[in-house]
């Protein structure tokens, strides 16, 4: 009754060997440039997740008709953005090298990268699926490349051009909208094109990025920029069922940052989707 | 000037004799499993309400139209939930007992149970209208048959089969959607059925019961457990006009958790969906 | 590198003569009859602008394309309305005399009337386009004329019938909205009717002014007196689009209280809001 | 059961006539410089008021032991500073022309004029005992004579010099300071030196004025200017036992801001002082 | 790496069977008759804690020099008081038969009762040693006997006379002083006396309960029913150094309510608590 | 009237040229191990200056006396800890170059360590006065050298032995205070000590570093790690005096977090002490 103490994300209640999916949380958030915070999100998620339910009613489905186990949180030296990426991207590598998909909470959106770069060295034809307010894609903030806001930007300069479909774009410098162009496939302001991803991507292998800001900032205000004029909680929805039609190895979801969260809302809303997520996508 | 001290909801000013309708507090939580705070809902409901107007835009019609007395809150034993319902039911009772309409202010969705039993006692062939976006439907929780998530199984089993329908339900163990088939009446999702109400119900009495998380997280996140995906202000306001319709002889507006509403904009919201249901359903 | 210290709303950096637009502070609340802090409203838009881009991908226009001076807030008198007022109509008087569009940030919807007292002594035939959930045509309170919600009737007895256009209007006693018919043009609810206004108006001056409480509570909780029940943030952007054909000659936008803005989303929204105001009527 | 609906400050439910005391508020703020929201303090202090309890270990009474009746609040015209204070002024002179002492519940210090003027007219030797942090003593601000920062001096030239005892003072324009010269007895930082007030006073007629801030901004956070550097709780306490050996004629308590109290702890402590102070104060 | 995924309170990392004191939640706060959300106390202070070192300076001594199992929390059927407290007394009673010494994490303070009652079994003489500041000597509220306000009245009537010893006792009802004199040694206002302790109760066994809001509302603000006029931080640590020196064989740590404590320092507080009252009465 | 906009910290409104000292930001928490934002310390400090008072009456002086420019803040790459240091350096080495004092507003402790680096080159018998609740003298962190955790370790290669003065300590891993010891003066708990300074000093340069969470938490608990049983403000007050005895070049004050200040009283609280500290060392 007493001997054991573990407390993982509800209904991710696997051992690591039996899971086909493997939650972990990139907990880092130095390089935001506004409101920081992200760090705690995925130990918040996993705290507050048991005030959600294991079942969808959404998918009929059960989160205990899958195999789940959360790893919890690796800590990360703030302040030393190489450092913190590499041990993230270590996480990421062994999930992937024992043939699991890893499922990474975040942080901040640069924690995408450590694991997109082992997607990428494991899967040479990488595509990524990013939802996302803002287009990421900045080459430099003041002489600095790994930052949350030039994630995508490094993406790219690694998977090359045509790789990158994003979604929901509503914020960024005119520099990055006009280094993008030619580059990515973008999307304005909502998750419509969505259904075509199927036929332009077939079956190669996809890392889904999910920046929880795609949200309309009244749905997800616990976020460090957040962004008036997004999606609705139901859009996100119906444009994650489209993107299990395809070969999802990976994913991630980042940007949630409890401190500005007061009400709890934006919490709750990145817990439930999780669920949906994870019964979306893990076999 | 000074003698008088009373302070109810804005413009239900009636004497107790004359109103047709009675307001009262039902300020009880102590069987929410997740986040508490609902017992301050009635109290701030009423202390806030002089940020609103009496009239109606929407039905061109005005609080000054109608007569409704505001009884305050019975103080209630928290930890204590059969002294606590039986309280609540003793207020009920003596509003249905003096011909006028409770309207019942929670308070977690429990104390509907209290109110429930009292109508059917006087009206056997009672109807619940339910919007929610929980299907409050198990059948106990560690042990406990009487808890905020088991109402609608408990109401069921005093009305028995086909008895409630529900609105905008998206929550739940997948035991309690199981269990729910073939006994209720469950539209998931949206507000969307209820304008055949009419047709189904007739002119059968009708207890309408309104847990505020029907709506969607992002437009009412002062509640227990917000849901995100729920229906719009707009949306429940044309729901509750199809609800007119029907032969209401009570209704309760329940899950506003004050503590977890910072910006104080889940209170203004039910502050004004009051307004609109009393101006709705009060003759 | 040290010397200069000035800190002006993003992108908003020219010289008050090169520019062609103003903004200025009206931090005055004090009329406000509920819940005061939209004094605070000008100094949080400009120390949060920065966590904003400068570029709009709505408009494809950048802030660096136009050219707009920062003139900071006046300090006002608070308690003494009439003060406050005088203080501000000059400030707006100084920026039509100099030739340029003054956009005026609140404070309270009264700080309006100021700066309508100077467009109309300089433009007689002037119209005003007023978006708002509030109709504002208060005759007095409690004896008072100088209130915000009496801005609107205070501007009718000045520039006279049919020249005031309202729209999102859910909120108001019935005494307003009686003394209101047949002065303005009143849409209830929504924005729709927006696209009708260069035909009403034609080329005739227009004083925009924007209460942010139009947007619904969800999208914009950080204000005074928030009501469920208004538009999106997308719906606002479009309606904003069909005041540019009209001959705009200055604009304001008020009622952001930052001290109900925990998590900050109102801001943030306030801030992109005026971006694209500013780049969508500003030459 | 049902047909009572009043809900005063705990323990303060005499009725009128046999009080010897009434409670009422002035929650009027708009000559606030800086944070306004004391218009909530009297409604806030009554509505969380039940969290205490009516006994006082500290003096081993009880608020049963007296005759105190709780008047709520008049309406009050915010941004008209006379018609504020003139209505405010009403109240308190019906309680003195009835033979009883006035409580009041601010509200800004301001309103603590209106009462101050009726206490002076009904006895020309008034004295008045000051707690605050604030000297209070500007001549003016933008102009305005009335505001909150010059309510000492506005008394002053009603009273005359030497009849105000300033404590705790430890804030103010240099220009304040040396203006109260002479004037007033002001002591700086503390409350030490209330002892003395007996011997100083003797039997004359006495208004006590508390603005909470003279408390430690640790202590009482929610106030609109804070002041680090104050007094302790206890320490208010003792100082506070001195008073009653004066001849006290009226009391207020003036200052708390409920929308800065988010822990409510600030709020709790005005209940817990305003009982207290009943408690000595009352005959 | 990845395989293990537990997250204790900082330092508490023994194994069950190695550990002489075992730490565990009991996260339960239906009986709350004010403001409710201790039952989030437990699972806070142990996320929270890793913001706090394991060393001592007060002290000089680490969490490393002892050994501490932290067996999470069970979970509680809120609203159902006996059954709740059924369950923690297992809880305890299993630690206690281990021969290991219980420190539970509150909770509302009620959940002492269980563990007491489990203590009291196992040592009939036993002695309790109460740090609080309210009396929690009520027969009943609203007819209940098992609520917070009562738990020192029911521990009474299970050891006899004597036997329970009270320090900074500063709030309660008039009759709970009456009831408790002659039967417990209450100490008001202070932890004063603290020092005599030892010569009183020698070395019989003792149960330590520490309700937080002994602490003044400035140190303590995120609590239930704070209260102002309590002790400093450094007093406690004092006087928990001299309840070293008796033979204590359980404690408990209650009353934190995270909801309240936006800031966090009342959880920093009662982490850094937790980690000295463990370096303190653990050998 | 309108053309001017600047706003720096009150009262500071020297030019560049005439300035004795100059104020500027160093908005950098990247390396902060638990909670991030003190980024926004400078930036709300200037913002909210305005709610104080350019007088001290503890002083009997006003910032109108002497002569302070404000240079606000530079923008600083957030997560990459040498870039921001080297930034922050530049403003601090022009400032000594130009024969004025720095007065750096943090930011993290960490940034403290480019201001020292440039006092050292300049002073190379430099002592540093350092009050603070964390000894800060970590060697590294997850292999981390540049960290706000090891501040002072930092600073002690830079200066040798014998050269820091550390009061307030009572927080920091076992190994830190273990490694000071013989290389630091370290004070233990409060300032008790500080008066001591002159006669161990004499008239050696002194970079004076405060971090504010020496302070109790109960009067600063706006910052990332709050540590009860601190210093009152006044003690610090007091203790600052003292400092002002020796030849003090520089100062800073850090680590306020204003988004963990939703009262705001941090953000006051450093405000006033700012005044006073300018008003102490400034000639």
Redesign the interface.
């Known amino acids: ?8 994300f509800i209904g991710c209640e696997a051992g ?1 060997k039996e899971a086909s999916a ?1 939650i ?1 949380g990139a907990g880092f ?9 992200a ?1 705690f999100g995925p ?1 918040t998620i996993r ?1 507050e997740s ?6 969808s ?2 998918l009929d489905k ?1 989160l205990s008709d899958i195999k789940v ?4 949180d ?8 190489e ?1 913190a990426l590499k041990i993230i991207g ?2 990421a590598k ?2 992937f090298d024992d043939g699991k998909m890893p499922i990474m909470l975040g942080g901040e959106h ?1 924690v995408s990268l450590a694991a997109i770069k082992e997607a990428y060295s494991k899967y040479p034809d990488l595509r990524i699926v990013h939802f996302d307010a803002h287009i990421d894609f900045r080459d430099e ?4 490349k ?2 949350h806001s030039a994630v995508m930007r490094r993406a790219y300069e690694l998977l090359g051009e045509g790789k990158i479909y994003q979604f929901g ?6 520099s990055e ?1 006009e280094a993008a162009k030619g580059k990515t496939f973008t999307y ?2 909502d998750l419509k094109g969505v259904e075509k991803l199927k036929e332009m991507i077939g079956n190669a292998p996809v890392y889904f990025t999910v920046d929880l800001d795609v949200l ?4 997800f ?2 976020t460090g ?5 997004g999606v ?3 859009e996100l ?1 119906v444009a994650t069922k489209e993107v299990r039609k395809l070969n999802v190895i990976g994913a991630d979801v980042v940007e949630l940052a409890p ?7 934006s919490t ?2 990145a817990c ?2 999780l669920r949906e997520l994870l019964l979306t996508i893990v076999k």
């Open positions: 009754m007493l001997e054991k103490n573990t407390r993982p690591y493997v972990f958030d130095s390089t935001c440039s506004y409101r920081p915070g760090r130990s705290n048991f005030g959600i339910e294991t079942y009613p959404y059960d186990f959360d790893a919890l690796p800590e990360l030296p703030m302040g030393s953005t450092k270590k996480y062994k999930v640069l903030y003041l002489g600095v790994l930052s774009i509503r914020s960024g410098d005119r909208f304005l302001f309309d900032s009244s749905v205000p616990g920029t957040p962004e008036a004029g609705s909680f139901n929805l401190m500005l969260d007061q009400s709890g809302v709750a809303t439930k989707y």
